[in-house]
């Protein structure tokens, strides 16, 4: 046998026994970990993705909350990444997607079920569609879009809005009667003009989505912006989808993550995109699936209680996340300056 001959034969030998060895590093992952936000959507997850990813792989799960884009920065900058899989909200994407954080994903080796096209990146894999809705107590007139909201004269009490730019500047250019279609690029001149309209009747810019609805539930504030599923079925509270702010939270695989850790991810994220897991998450939590076969498993009296069926999703706006990259530097400083009075 020839030198060269040997030589393939040893090259052969080495890549068969490199082959064995990934086809046995995926064998054993025998437990993952997922970075989500706790609470009953943790349960939620739980019960309707994880639960059936276990039985089918036989891989356990590990949950730990809350996430955080600083966490998936810190984990992704010691380049031993923590979590394997990592919620993502629709404002952090782009940001991650710019830094770097994320692994690109295998959309073959995912195979998802029919979900909606806004669902898909080549980075993350969108399963939960919330609402940042218009509601008001239900002793108050109701409301049907922002040029409502703004109009303190006809509906008159003290108003509650979240303290992000991203959302309210938006919701100003609606009042002053920008189609949702034409948001962006965002005028930045005529929000602020308009916002600057409302600011007296705003009593609290809040921070954190359980204070949206606890304004309102309180009766601190007659109308205000909080989240579908933080005033669902809550006693004299009402809502609208309309012109409301639909909102993708994603998952991803931080960067750094190992080949068979990774592969064993495209396998839950597939469990993300099964219509029946979906109805379960839906049946705990009130936020919507991104499966396009979610009203044919729905009771019908229920499918207009979700952001994305019985045609609510049309009603609403979702973000450019590149469009609001652009400007939201800018933004932040003249949202800041804003609230000061400045």
Known sequence: MSYHQKLQKISLAAALAFAGSTV?????????????????????????????????????????????LGKIKAMVSSGKPTSDMVLVTDGWLAQAKQEGLLEPLDWKAIDPQPIMPGARDDYAIGWSYASAVMAWNKEAKPLKTWADFWNVKDFPGKRSLPDNPSIVIPAALLADGVAKDKLYPLDLDRAFKKLKEIRPAISVWWTSTGQSAQLLIDKEVTYGVTYNGRVYGKPGIDFTFNEAYLELS?????????????????????????????????????????????????????????????????????????????VASSAEKRWQQFKLGL
Do not use: C
């Not at 639960?51 to 036989?58: L, S």
């Open 24 to 68: 046995a590093s995926a064998q054993e992952v025998k437990e993952v970990r997922l970075l989500e936000m706790g609470g009953i959507s943790g349960d939620a997850v739980q019960a309707a993705y994880i639960e059936p990813f276990t039985r089918k792989t036989g891989i356990q799960v590990v949950r730990e909350n809350p996430a955080s």
């Open 250 to 326: 994603w998952w991803g695989v931080p960067k750094g993550t190992s080949p068979e850790r990774k592969a064993a991810a495209m396998k839950f994220f597939h469990e993300i995109s099964v219509p029946e897991n979906e109805a379960v998450f839906m049946k705990m939590v009130p936020y919507s699936g991104a499966s396009t076969m979610l009203d044919e498993l729905l009771p019908a009296d229920k499918r207009a209680d979700y952001p994305t069926t019985a045609g609510n999703a049309s009603l609403q706006w979702t973000a450019n996340r590149d469009e609001w990259q652009k």
